[in-house]
């Protein structure tokens, strides 16, 4: 580990040709992954990885170098090749590197480690198995689990080392139905910063028969009714919607590069005043938590959103210096071999103060959303477009029958203005970000919302 190297040589090698930050990142950890289709496991995976990253940062830009040679003398002359991709003042401030700070261990029951490969093995088997025999409309079944152990630690230029460890399992379950010609697809996944205890609160099984029940209740669905509606967002839709209608645009690297709605908008309001959007990565054992991000800035939860004001953005290292401003603790990057981006990490919508049931008695016709599909979002006007994949219709305060081919579409900053009513409860889905060419583990979380109108596309 780094503590075996002469950290502050590295680090002055860094910048020996100029620059006012300097890092070193290592990473190690390894990571299985176990894939079954159509009644056969189609891949076992076991990897493992171990490297170093060095970054500089002068006048705003970054030089950049990764091995998988963790030795001294390769990290000074990975130090020496990065710096030779520098100009700027020569860097005059003593180097002094203490002790590593190291985050608290995280308590884990079961240690995927201390798992029987073959245990792992039958279990996406048996998910997998469950499902396709569920019914006769079942076409195809596909189960994956992944489980991944990494440990990082990082050193800068300003003296700060860290340490921490990370634990995550998850497992995911799509299965196709069909009845004629008319194909509908079921997914459902679960996933958090644990061992193998994950599947106490729901065995892979009833996570891939929840997957094949919603694909075959879509085959009996009718088509959903297009146009201008209320819409009731159950909080087990997850935060979809939240994640990409604001959540990227309060990322301070959109808002500084003008591709942001959210941007110069600080202290408007943004949303309706019973809205309060947290990105918080100290929830424990969420899936998007750390003790420390990979810039090794302590995880924070920070409110982005209050009763409707904006208040703030996500920061890395890098464009908190532009702002002169302290990072947030979100600078994320997927491996070694990346340098760090603003990420979120758990988004969420704060619960309010309405039972659920009670906001759906409100509305005499509309479509009450369960789960949510994949979307996308132009963060520049903030516009979006979101699939249903399980909604029904309200009729006379009451959920009734369900119907399928959904769609959500409107403005971020419109539909959180058109926010009537926040329920009690609180849902999370999860899920693997990408931006820039990396994924990172999130999660994203809503209580029920009723959104006064917005556009449902399907049969007109």
Same mark, same amino acid.
């Not at 002359?77 to 991709?85: D, F, H, P």
């Not at 080392?161 to 079921?186: E, H, K, N, Y």
């Not at 996570?207 to 669905?221: G, V």
């Not at 959500?408 to 931006?435: H, P, R, Y």
């Given at each position: 580990?780094?503590?075996?190297?002469?950290?502050?040589?590295?680090?002055?090698? &860094?910048? $020996?040709? +100029?620059?006012?930050? %300097?890092?070193?990142?290592?990473?190690?950890?390894? *990571?299985? !992954?176990?894939? #079954?289709?159509?009644?056969?496991?189609?891949?076992?995976?076991?990897?493992?990885?171990?490297?170093?990253?060095?970054?500089?940062?002068?006048?705003?830009r970054?030089?950049?170098?990764?091995?998988?040679?963790?030795?001294?003398?390769?990290?000074?002359?990975?130090?020496?090749?990065?710096?030779?991709?520098?100009?700027?003042?020569?860097?005059?401030?003593?180097?002094?590197?203490?002790?590593?700070?190291?985050?608290?261990?995280?308590?884990?029951?079961?240690?995927?480690?201390?798992?029987?490969?073959?245990?792992?093995?039958?279990?996406?088997?048996?998910?997998?198995?469950?499902?396709?025999?569920?019914?006769?409309?079942?076409?195809?079944?596909?189960?994956?689990?992944?489980?991944?152990?990494?440990?990082?630690?990082? &050193?800068? $230029?300003? +003296?700060?080392?860290? %340490?921490?460890?990370?634990?995550?399992?998850?497992? *995911?379950? !799509?299965?196709v #139905?069909?009845?004629?010609?008319?194909?509908?697809?079921?997914?459902?996944?679960?996933?958090?910063?644990?061992?193998?205890?994950?599947f106490?609160?729901?065995?892979?099984?009833?996570?891939?028969?929840?997957?094949?029940?919603?694909?075959e209740?879509?085959?009996?669905?009718?088509?959903?009714?297009?146009?201008?509606?209320?819409?009731?967002?159950?909080?087990?839709?997850?935060?979809?919607?939240?994640?990409?209608?604001?959540?990227?645009?309060?990322?301070?690297?959109?808002?500084?590069?003008?591709?942001?709605?959210?941007?110069?908008?600080?202290?408007?309001?943004?949303?309706?005043?019973?809205?309060?959007?947290?990105?918080?990565?100290?929830?424990?054992?969420?899936?998007?938590?750390?003790?420390?991000?990979?810039?090794?800035?302590?995880?924070?939860?920070n409110?982005?959103?209050?009763?409707?004001?904006?208040?703030?953005?996500?920061?890395?290292?890098?464009?908190?210096?532009?702002?002169?401003?302290?990072?947030?603790?979100?600078?994320?990057r997927?491996?070694?071999?990346?340098?760090?981006?603003?990420?979120?990490?758990?988004?969420?919508?704060?619960?309010?103060?309405?039972?659920?049931?009670?906001?759906?008695k409100?509305?005499?016709?509309?479509?009450?959303?369960?789960?949510?599909?994949?979307?996308?979002?132009?963060?520049?006007?903030?516009?979006?477009?979101?699939?249903v994949?399980e909604?029904?219709?309200?009729?006379?305060?009451?959920?009734?029958?369900?119907?399928?081919?959904?769609?959500?579409?409107?403005?971020?900053?419109?539909?959180?203005?058109?926010?009537?009513?926040?329920?009690?409860?609180?849902?999370?889905?999860?899920?693997?970000?990408?931006k820039?060419?990396?994924?990172?583990?999130?999660?994203?979380?809503?209580?029920?919302l009723?959104?006064?109108?917005?556009?449902?596309?399907?049969?007109?």
């Amino acid at each position: 580990m780094l503590e075996n190297f002469n950290i502050s040589r590295i680090l002055r090698t &860094a910048l $020996s040709s +100029g620059g006012e930050f %300097a890092e070193i990142y290592l990473e190690e950890g390894a *990571a299985t !992954q176990i894939v #079954a289709e159509d009644g056969k496991i189609e891949k076992v995976l076991s990897v493992s990885d171990r490297g170093v990253s060095i970054r500089v940062i002068s006048d705003f830009r970054t030089a950049f170098g990764y091995t998988n040679e963790v030795t001294e003398k390769s990290l000074l002359e990975l130090a020496a090749s990065v710096s030779s991709g520098v100009k700027g003042g020569i860097f005059d401030r003593n180097i002094i590197v203490g002790a590593a700070v190291s985050a608290p261990v995280m308590f884990i029951r079961l240690h995927p480690d201390n798992i029987r490969l073959e245990q792992k093995v039958a279990l996406v088997a048996q998910a997998e198995r469950a499902a396709r025999e569920s019914s006769a409309a079942i076409r195809q079944v596909m189960a994956v689990y992944r489980d991944g152990v990494a440990r990082m630690q990082v &050193a800068n $230029s300003l +003296g700060e080392f860290s %340490a921490c460890s990370r634990i995550g399992t998850m497992f *995911a379950s !799509q299965v196709v #139905a069909a009845s004629g010609d008319l194909i509908q697809t079921g997914y459902e996944s679960n996933g958090a910063c644990r061992g193998f205890e994950l599947f106490d609160e729901k065995s892979a099984v009833e996570i891939a028969l929840a997957a094949a029940k919603r694909a075959e209740m879509m085959l009996s669905a009718r088509r959903a009714p297009g146009g201008m509606m209320p819409v009731v967002l159950s909080s087990e839709a997850g935060g979809t919607m939240i994640h990409e209608a604001i959540g990227h645009g309060l990322e301070a690297d959109l808002v500084q590069g003008g591709v942001s709605v959210y941007r110069g908008k600080l202290g408007e309001q943004v949303a309706s005043s019973l809205v309060t959007v947290i990105d918080d990565s100290t929830i424990p054992y969420a899936r998007g938590s750390f003790y420390f991000d990979s810039e090794g800035v302590r995880g924070q939860k920070n409110v982005l959103v209050e009763n409707g004001i904006l208040k703030g953005y996500l920061y890395d290292r890098l464009t908190g210096m532009k702002e002169g401003c302290s990072s947030t603790g979100n600078g994320r990057r997927e491996s070694y071999h990346a340098k760090p981006i603003v990420r979120m990490t758990n988004t969420l919508i704060a619960p309010g103060s309405t039972a659920p049931e009670e906001i759906v008695k409100t509305v005499p016709s509309g479509l009450f959303v369960r789960k949510m599909g994949g979307g996308q979002v132009n963060t520049v006007t903030g516009d979006f477009m979101f699939e249903v994949t399980e909604g029904y219709l309200i009729e006379n305060g009451a959920v009734c029958e369900p119907v399928r081919g959904a769609t959500l579409t409107g403005s971020g900053s419109e539909v959180l203005k058109n926010i009537l009513m926040v329920g009690s409860d609180l849902g999370f889905g999860i899920g693997t970000c990408g931006k820039d060419g990396q994924g990172v583990p999130v999660s994203d979380a809503q209580p029920t919302l009723l959104i006064g109108s917005m556009t449902v596309g399907g049969a007109v």
